[in-house]
Structure formats: structure tokens, C-alpha cells
């Protein structure tokens, strides 16, 4: 099992800032992507942004220019770093990891593992 846990949501003022951090444990796992998804009440679960080993970056339309995100490998944890925070920013962000567990030495099946999310509320 790959667990993922967020941090760093809270409340902000229109225009401020938050950083996001992910940090993946469990057993044995190899983590190819890790990325970031975000949901509203009564909406799908949408990306926000992804990364991959290398290092390459996809942001959704909406948060370019504003969010970056960022990949330490070695300690297998994702970062979004989210600028000039607007309302409809408003959700609750996931983070995901595309993984494999790792169990006698061989790499099985990959699949995606989520988080158990962390509010963050964009608010005057």
C-alpha cells in the first residue's frame, strides 16, 4: 500500500499564497508521476497539475502562471506551490501518485493512489 498524505491547506485571503505538501509512505512502491487534483462539492475531481520523474510539468489552463508544481524523488514528496490565490481556487486538493508496489523484488501492476485531501478556502 502507498499512503499519501497532504498538508499546508487553510484559509487565505484573495491574492495570498499556500504551499501544499505531499509525502508518500508505506512499503516498497516506485513513484513514476505524482500529481495534484482539486474538488468541489457537487464537481469532478479535476487535475491540476502533474509532474514526472523528469521533472516535466502540465498545469491546468486556469492555474498557469500562478501554481508550480515540484518533486523530490529521493523523498518521495510532491509540493504545489499556489500564488495569487483566487476564490475559485476554493476545493479540496488530492494528491495522487501514479506508483507500483514493489513486493519480492518485482514491480507489480501500477495504479494510481490518492490522498485524503486538504481544504483550502480562498476568502476575504
Known amino acids: 500500500q502507498v499512503q499519501l498524505v497532504e498538508s499546508g491547506g487553510g484559509l487565505v485571503q484573495p491574492g495570498g499564497s499556500l504551499t501544499l505538501s505531499c509525502a508518500a509512505s508505506g512499503g516498497l512502491f516506485s513513484i513514476y508521476t505524482m500529481a495534484w487534483y482539486r474538488q468541489v462539492p457537487g464537481q469532478q475531481r479535476a487535475l491540476v497539475a502533474n509532474?514526472?520523474?523528469?521533472?516535466?510539468?502540465n498545469y491546468v489552463d486556469s492555474v498557469k502562471g500562478r501554481f508550480t508544481i515540484s518533486r523530490d524523488i529521493g523523498k518521495h514528496m510532491v509540493f504545489l506551490q499556489m500564488n495569487d490565490l483566487k476564490p475559485d481556487d476554493t476545493a479540496v486538493y488530492y494528491c495522487n501518485a501514479w506508483a507500483s508496489l514493489v513486493k519480492g523484488g518485482q514491480a507489480q501492476s501500477p495504479g494510481h493512489y490518492w490522498g485524503q485531501g486538504t481544504q483550502v478556502t480562498v476568502s476575504s
Open positions: 509532474i514526472d520523474n523528469g521533472g516535466k510539468a
